[in-house]
């Protein structure tokens, strides 16, 4: 079992910026591809970006190519998110994601999420 608590999501002004933080609990951190993934009003969840075990994969979503930054430090057990350049169309929930499997994108286990809104 893996236990995720997200942090960082707030208001911010379009072209702003924010940095998200998901602290991991139980199983090795460091065997876990992990990831975050976003939900907006009406829509279905979709996945941002993606990090491999030792951080050498990664991937994004093209609408956030460019702006956000996937990073983690497996000696704190913790992936950040920072976002730049934000756009309303960034306003969503933020979901950390564990154990997410590179070729589907399904993951094993999800933070509670934290909410993101980026104004006009």
């Known amino acids: 079992q893996v236990h995720l608590v997200e942090s960082g999501g707030g208001l911010v002004q379009a072209g702003g910026s924010l940095r998200l933080s998901c602290a991991a609990s139980?199983?090795?951190?460091?065997?876990?591809?992990m990831g975050w993934f976003r939900q907006a009003p009406g829509k279905e969840r979709e996945i941002v970006a993606t990090?491999?075990?030792?951080?050498?994969?990664?991937s994004y979503a093209d609408s956030v190519k460019g702006r956000f930054t996937i990073s983690r430090d497996n000696a704190e057990n913790t992936v950040y998110l920072q976002m730049n350049s934000l756009k309303p169309e960034d306003t969503a929930v933020y979901y950390c994601?564990?154990?997410?499997?590179w070729g589907t994108g399904v993951a094993d286990y999800w933070g509670q999420g934290t909410q993101v809104t980026v104004s006009s």
């Open positions: 994601a564990a154990g997410i499997n």
């Open positions: 139980g199983r090795s951190f460091s065997s876990l591809v």
């Open positions: 990090i491999s075990r030792s951080g050498s994969w990664i």
